[in-house]
């Protein structure tokens, strides 16, 4: 099995700052990785799909970069509705979830 | 637009059994894997199951693998998992969602329902 790995845990920022958060695959998925967003109570919101593909509709300050086993999803300008927690799954070989990495104001 | 609503959550006891249902709208669902994803309280993301468009092809988490049973109605728009043997760690806000592709792998999950919690205690 796939197991990946999100850091940090957590995250404090201030809106408008840059932030990145780490995925690592435990090995190379390719570019077989998706990145969610979510707000407590709601379901997943699919962000960046293939490691840096844009979903229809996602604000452009959100982006993902990397490939193999490690994975970073850039968020250029924090905005007040950002502050979620995150996670990254591969599905390269059936599915695995990483832990999530929540984004909490500084 | 693209609906998913799941139903048939509930508090059910240690050993006994469940069915969870996924009524989807607004895309062509015989063309598309569909798949149930579980969140704990407090948790993280589990996948759980996939089934392919045809129901040909079925895998499951090593969790729940003989216990649960992924299954789809395409007549009927509706994506099924029926849950049995079930146990304390099974408590979870159960989602569906909708994978990319007609097949059972390489999908990512563009929509989800809102999910059903399901509560396992005696």
């Known amino acids: 099995d796939i197991q990946m790995t999100q850091s940090p845990s957590t995250l404090s920022a201030s809106v408008g700052d840059r932030v990145s958060m780490t995925c690592r695959a435990s090995?190379?998925?390719?570019?077989?990785l998706a990145w969610y967003q979510q707000k407590p109570g709601k379901a997943p919101n699919l962000l960046i799909y293939k490691a840096s593909s844009l979903q229809s509709g996602v604000p452009s300050r959100f982006s993902g970069s990397g490939s193999g086993t490690e994975f970073t999803l850039t968020i250029s300008s924090l905005q007040p509705d950002d502050f979620a927690t995150y996670y990254c799954?591969?599905?390269?070989?059936?599915?695995?979830f990483g832990q999530g990495t929540k984004l909490e104001i500084k | 637009q693209v609906q998913l609503v799941e139903s048939g959550g509930g508090v059910v006891q240690p050993g006994r059994s469940l069915r969870l249902s996924c009524a989807v709208s607004?895309?062509?669902?015989?063309?598309?894997?569909m798949h149930w994803v579980r969140q704990a309280p407090g948790k993280g993301l589990e996948w759980v199951a996939v089934?392919?468009?045809?129901?040909?092809?079925?895998y499951y988490a090593d969790s729940v693998r003989g216990r649960f049973t992924i299954s789809r109605d395409n007549s009927k728009n509706t994506l099924y998992l029926e849950m049995s043997s079930l146990r304390a760690e099974d408590t979870a806000v159960y989602y569906c969602?909708?994978?990319?592709?007609?097949?059972?792998?390489?999908?990512?999950?563009?929509?989800w329902g809102q999910g059903t919690l399901v509560t396992v205690s005696s």
């Open positions: 607004g895309f062509t669902f015989n063309h598309y894997g």
């Open positions: 090995q190379s998925i390719s570019s077989w």
């Open positions: 089934i392919s468009y045809d129901g040909g092809n079925k």
């Open positions: 799954q591969q599905y390269s070989n059936y599915y695995t």
């Open positions: 969602a909708k994978g990319t592709s007609g097949n059972y792998y390489l999908h990512y999950f563009d929509y």
